[in-house]
């Protein structure tokens, strides 16, 4: 069995190709991608349709006589040139010696040629741009009525800012007529002293998207006094509209959101920062009235009145004290007083005279014994409740 190297069999593959008569020369209809322009004036791109793709290529040399316009993405062309195989990656591709624009392609055609002439009269310019106000109250929309776009607006606003005010003037976004309302609402929103008008329209085809590029759409956002926003299509799409408005977004929620500033986080933060404010000002709060309540002891410590009623308070209770010593004094000495008193009479000769005892004196002098009496001689008894003089009648034994 004979063995083949890779090169072998992409050379093979490679004559095959380029002997088939056919393929030799033939024009293919496709769309453009993945355009890349090499830096030595090289294009490569892929043609595709709906059902597969195909690489291909035009040298330099080619694209003198073979291309008389920029090749971009999107674009509907014929290319016109030979098959081959790129040998190293073995890869077979279609080498361009010839590049028109078909269908659409004439619409790409027109885009620029009107793009050119607006621009030179200066319709794009960018010093003529007019500012987007920060904080809008009332912003109008030329849009369809119904459809994915006016209503991603109306959510967008909803949740940004409620309290902003749209007003939708209807218009068609693709089709026969579709200039003449969009050009009519913009002229009646630009009068009603709106602060924003929004135009745009969902994604689509450059033939939907159409209307957009048309010149009187392009005049009269140029010629309007309210600053215009451009949301058209989806993100890759780019419209003469884009080009005149004064702010471009890539789609219309885009262009509401550059409209209206997010009102309600702005209100929600200030709600989070009033919160934690409190919540400072309460902990602050509660630390100074602590600090308060603690140098009004002190102060209150220190007071003259409180000092004075404390001694105040003291002395009372010194008087108190003094009193109950001094009552005890009182009270001892009179215990002793009784002691003594009790003692005293004990001792004193008229304590005895109790019970029918008494004291006899004669002539100033006790009588210490009867026999010492005489009879007639005068007496003086001393009883305990007085005196009683008497006389002796008779003295026994004598």
Same mark, same amino acid.
């Given at each position: 069995?004979?063995?083949?190297?890779?090169?072998?069999?992409?050379?093979?593959?490679?004559?095959?190709?380029?002997?088939?008569?056919?393929?030799?020369?033939?024009?293919?209809?496709?769309?453009?991608?993945?355009?890349?322009?090499?830096?030595?004036?090289?294009?490569?791109?892929?043609?595709?349709?709906?059902?597969?793709?195909?690489?291909?290529?035009?040298?330099?040399?080619?694209?003198?006589?073979?291309?008389?316009?920029?090749?971009?993405?999107?674009?509907?062309?014929?290319?016109?040139?030979?098959?081959?195989?790129?040998?190293?990656?073995?890869?077979?591709?279609?080498?361009?010696?010839?590049?028109?624009?078909?269908?659409?392609?004439?619409?790409?055609?027109?885009?620029?040629?009107?793009?050119?002439?607006?621009?030179?009269?200066?319709?794009?310019?960018?010093?003529?741009?007019?500012?987007?106000?920060?904080?809008?109250?009332?912003?109008?929309?030329?849009?369809?009525?119904?459809?994915?776009?006016?209503?991603?607006?109306?959510?967008?606003?909803?949740?940004?800012?409620?309290?902003?005010?749209?007003?939708?003037?209807?218009?068609?976004?693709?089709?026969?007529?579709?200039?003449?309302?969009?050009?009519?609402?913009?002229?009646?929103?630009?009068?009603?002293?709106?602060?924003?008008?929004?135009?745009?329209?969902?994604?689509?085809?450059?033939?939907?998207?159409?209307?957009?590029?048309?010149?009187?759409?392009?005049?009269?956002?140029?010629?309007?006094?309210?600053?215009?926003?451009?949301? %058209? +299509?989806? !993100?890759?799409? $780019? =419209? /003469?509209? *884009?080009?005149?408005?004064?702010? &471009?977004?890539?789609?219309?929620?885009?262009?509401?959101?550059?409209?209206?500033?997010?009102?309600?986080?702005?209100?929600?933060?200030?709600?989070?920062?009033?919160?934690?404010?409190?919540?400072?000002?309460?902990?602050?709060?509660?630390?100074?009235?602590?600090?308060?309540?603690?140098?009004?002891?002190?102060?209150?410590?220190?007071?003259?009145?409180?000092?004075?009623?404390?001694?105040?308070?003291?002395?009372?209770?010194?008087?108190?004290?003094?009193?109950?010593?001094?009552?005890?004094?009182?009270?001892?000495?009179?215990?002793?007083?009784?002691?003594?008193?009790?003692?005293?009479?004990?001792?004193?000769?008229?304590?005895?005279?109790?019970?029918?005892?008494?004291?006899?004196?004669?002539?100033?002098?006790?009588?210490?014994?009867?026999?010492?009496?005489? %009879? +007639?001689? !005068?007496?003086? $008894? =001393? /009883?305990? *409740?007085?005196?009683?003089?008497? &006389?002796?009648?008779?003295?026994?034994?004598?």
């Amino acid at each position: 069995m004979k063995i083949f190297s890779v090169g072998q069999v992409n050379k093979y593959i490679k004559n095959i190709i380029t002997q088939d008569y056919m393929l030799k020369s033939i024009s293919i209809k496709g769309e453009v991608s993945n355009c890349k322009y090499h830096s030595l004036g090289h294009i490569y791109f892929s043609l595709k349709d709906e059902t597969g793709a195909l690489p291909a290529v035009m040298f330099k040399k080619s694209t003198v006589d073979g291309l008389d316009f920029r090749l971009e993405d999107g674009q509907e062309v014929i290319v016109s040139g030979s098959m081959s195989v790129y040998e190293r990656d073995g890869k077979y591709q279609l080498y361009a010696n010839k590049i028109t624009l078909d269908g659409v392609g004439k619409l790409y055609e027109e885009f620029e040629r009107l793009k050119m002439k607006l621009n030179d009269e200066g319709l794009f310019d960018c010093d003529l741009k007019k500012p987007i106000p920060k904080y809008p109250k009332k912003i109008g929309i030329v849009t369809a009525k119904t459809g994915a776009a006016i209503q991603d607006i109306m959510n967008i606003a909803r949740r940004r800012n409620p309290y902003v005010q749209l007003v939708l003037c209807p218009a068609k976004v693709q089709g026969e007529g579709a200039a003449d309302t969009i050009v009519s609402g913009i002229k009646r929103l630009d009068v009603m002293g709106l602060d924003t008008i929004i135009i745009g329209r969902g994604g689509g085809s450059i033939e939907d998207l159409w209307p957009f590029n048309e010149e009187k759409v392009v005049r009269a956002i140029y010629e309007a006094k309210t600053p215009i926003i451009s949301g %058209t +299509g989806h !993100e890759v799409d $780019i =419209t /003469l509209a *884009d080009y005149a408005a004064d702010l &471009r977004a890539p789609t219309p929620s885009a262009a509401c959101e550059l409209a209206i500033p997010d009102v309600m986080t702005a209100v929600n933060e200030l709600r989070r920062l009033a919160q934690s404010i409190q919540s400072h000002m309460m902990k602050h709060l509660s630390i100074v009235s602590l600090k308060l309540e603690t140098m009004s002891t002190r102060l209150t410590a220190l007071n003259p009145a409180a000092k004075l009623e404390q001694q105040n308070q003291y002395l009372s209770e010194l008087y108190d004290k003094m009193k109950l010593a001094i009552n005890k004094k009182i009270n001892d000495k009179k215990h002793m007083l009784d002691v003594y008193t009790a003692k005293l009479h004990g001792l004193s000769p008229t304590a005895k005279l109790v019970g029918g005892f008494g004291y006899i004196e004669s002539g100033g002098n006790a009588v210490l014994s009867a026999q010492s009496l005489k %009879t +007639g001689q !005068e007496l003086k $008894i =001393t /009883l305990h *409740d007085g005196t009683i003089n008497t &006389r002796v009648t008779d003295v026994p034994g004598k």
